[in-house]
């Protein structure tokens, strides 16, 4: 059976729109039978918030002077200011692409855990209540992501405080999953450079992929698709449409 590849993109920065706007784009761009993974920066202090989540509630919640966003994802408002963001992108020929979203949420932390622990932060997965089944998303009295954990969220493992979370979108294209890790959480001398690394060799082994490189990037990232999503997200049409 042949290995599945999963490419690990360079990291970049950008704005809330090019970042948003550049995972939407690989998940259309994607090759057949292909993962994607990249970590990506914030050039300015930036909130994000769900799919489903309502602009005027959220205003509402977010400091006046930070960019607040919505994104193509589910979940809660996600703070960026002091974090590590990724994302995860699995193309919908993939057998993994196909499994429910509740276990496609388990492994990707799972992977992080055992990420952490190679680095000596040991962690665990928040416990399941009976609906975890159903949804990820949170209740709606509890609007931020880092507020309440959900079920496997990667959680401190002697208190509550909450490590990672994440959201999905699942599409004909496949499968987005964009997490957040708390720098607070970890130590002051934690390595992301190694931990990317290990981060991705878990996912891997995970979800039945092989680490790979493609001899050519460019085809991920055509610049007119590109330019026509950054309009899209840019609109207030997009900000605002709930």
């Not at 919505?70 to 979940?75: F, I, L, N, V």
């Not at 590590?84 to 429910?100: E, V």
Request: net charge neutral.
């Amino acid at each position: 059976m042949p290995a599945t590849p999963l490419i690990h993109l360079p990291s970049v920065y950008g704005d809330a729109i090019e970042n948003m706007a550049v995972d939407s784009t690989l998940l259309q761009t994607n090759p057949e039978g292909h993962a994607l993974f990249r970590h990506y920066g914030w050039i300015e202090p930036t909130l994000t918030f769900g799919y489903t989540q309502r602009f005027h509630e959220v205003s509402a919640l977010a400091p006046k002077d930070i960019c607040h966003f919505r994104r193509p994802t589910a979940g809660g408002i996600v703070d960026h200011r002091n974090d590590w963001t990724y994302s995860l992108i699995l193309h919908d020929s993939l057998p993994s692409a196909q499994w429910p979203l509740t276990d496609i949420y388990r492994c990707i932390h799972q992977s992080l855990q055992q990420a952490l622990e190679k680095l000596q932060v040991p962690s665990r997965l928040a416990p399941c209540p009976r609906q975890c089944q159903v949804s990820h998303d949170l209740p709606e009295d509890s609007p931020h992501c880092f507020t309440k954990p959900v079920a496997n969220d990667v959680l401190s493992l002697n208190d509550p405080t909450k490590i990672a979370g994440a959201a999905i979108k699942r599409s004909r294209s496949g499968i987005l999953l964009q997490g957040s890790i708390d720098r607070s959480t970890l130590p002051l001398d934690f390595s992301f450079h190694k931990f990317a690394e290990l981060f991705v060799q878990a996912i891997a082994q995970e979800f039945n992929l092989t680490t790979a490189e493609l001899p050519d990037l460019r085809p991920l990232f055509p610049q007119s698709l590109i330019k026509d999503t950054r309009k899209h997200y840019a609109s207030s049409q997009w900000l605002q449409k709930r």
